[in-house]
């Protein structure tokens, strides 16, 4: 009998970061024979049919109640029900879980100071909300199933989460893989450029995705382009359409909003930034590479070290100009190539497959060899300060 996976997460597909690598995860299991259930909200359509759907309800409003009811509307999709292997990528669903997936530290934003600090009354709404996920994901990383494989998306997220709340018993660094290459021709680049940009600029078109967020640092990145005449911000993201750049970037800015085509989008740029002031991996500097184009990060972005390796990317020291920096990558952009075909190749879906694949293994043997016994919680443990 084919081993049966549930995976959990609210969306799975092109969503977001997280929910792409939920869909290769599903892909990865699908491909070795496994049955797999998905509880989800939304699911891609190139999994309809291949996988059993238990839709997981989502309060509309209020990411606050969204986050602190999740674990409840997880357990009532499930029904009770029993897998093989429970695979989850919210802390909510991790003490449910055989294999949960770590991307994200909310208390690292906090300590980054990266969370709402604007005046006003929708601000303060913003503020009480993140304070209330952040007391509540504390809670979840502090009584942490010891029985749960806890997977790491980087090895700044495994330091951060130790520091904070003690290292998990069972315990592996696997980072995001590489996407599949996919490198724009001339005449696709520009049709791109010409469609985003236009025709009048005749300089260098530097992308961000990140929306209107200030934990990815699009307020620096704005700034340090006002006396950069040469250089255009093409920006994507949640709020980016009806965001207003200073008067000094006139003739040289686009917001696009949420970006649905993201192949057209990294073809209409020279180089990618990444500001963030906490990224714990970064799965934008995968997705750029792979389609050819360099990045420009912060030292707090977790893929820095992976992009330096491979020479498809490079620092963004704070206080350095910005502009001699894109410069340089820009130029550089044509020569990346073999370098990225490297990098695809060494750090893409096969090896990340693989390796999934035998913690699942190590799992089902393990359900084999012993009875199961009731869940140990491990002592409580207050974040650190």
């Known amino acids: 009998m084919k081993p049966h996976l549930c995976m959990i997460f609210e969306a799975i597909g092109n969503q977001s970061a997280i929910a792409k690598i939920a869909m290769t995860d599903i892909r990865i299991a699908l491909a070795a024979g496994f049955r797999v259930t998905v509880v989800a909200q939304q699911l891609d359509v190139s999994l309809l049919g291949r996988v059993e759907w238990l839709k997981l309800y989502v309060p509309p409003r209020l990411f606050f109640l969204k986050w602190v009811t999740a674990r409840s509307f997880m357990k009532a999709a499930l029904g009770g029900r029993k897998f093989d292997i429970v695979h989850a990528h919210q802390p909510q669903a991790a003490s449910l879980s055989d294999v949960f997936q770590c991307h994200f530290l909310t208390r690292m934003a906090y300590e980054r100071k990266c969370l709402e600090s604007r005046r006003g009354l929708r601000p303060l709404a913003i503020r009480i909300q993140e304070q209330g996920v952040l007391y509540a994901e504390d809670y ?118 949420h970006v649905s085509n993201t192949d057209e989008f990294y073809a209409a740029c020279d180089v990618i930034a990444m500001p963030s002031f906490y990224e714990p991996m970064g799965l934008v500097a995968f997705e750029a590479a792979s389609r050819g184009v360099p990045v420009v990060m912060t030292p707090e972005v977790g893929a820095l070290h992976h992009m330096v390796q491979y020479n498809v990317g490079d620092v963004w020291p704070a206080g350095a100009a910005l502009g001699p920096i894109v410069r340089h990558w820009a130029q550089r952009r044509p020569t990346i190539l073999p370098d990225v075909t490297r990098m695809q190749y060494e750090q893409g879906s096969i090896g990340y497959g693989r390796r999934l694949l035998d913690i699942y293994d190590e799992i089902l043997h393990e359900k084999r060899d012993r009875p199961l016994h009731p869940v140990q919680r491990v002592p409580h443990r207050h974040p650190v300060s």
């Open 140 to 257: 979840f990383y502090s009584h942490w199933n010891p029985s749960t494989y806890m997977v790491f998306d980087s090895e700044g997220t495994r330091k951060n989460f130790t520091r904070l709340y003690g290292l998990p018993p069972r315990q592996e660094l696997l980072v995001g893989p590489f996407p599949e290459l996919n490198f724009a021709n001339d005449a696709e680049r520009i049709a791109a450029r010409e469609k985003l940009v236009g025709k009048d600029f005749k300089g260098i078109v530097l992308g961000y995705l990140g929306g209107i967020q200030r934990r990815k640092g699009y307020e620096r990145l704005v700034q340090s382009l006002e006396n950069e005449p040469d250089i255009f911000l093409l920006m994507g993201g949640q709020y980016t359409d009806t965001f207003q750049p200073p008067a000094s970037l006139a003739g040289r800015f686009r917001g696009m909003g």
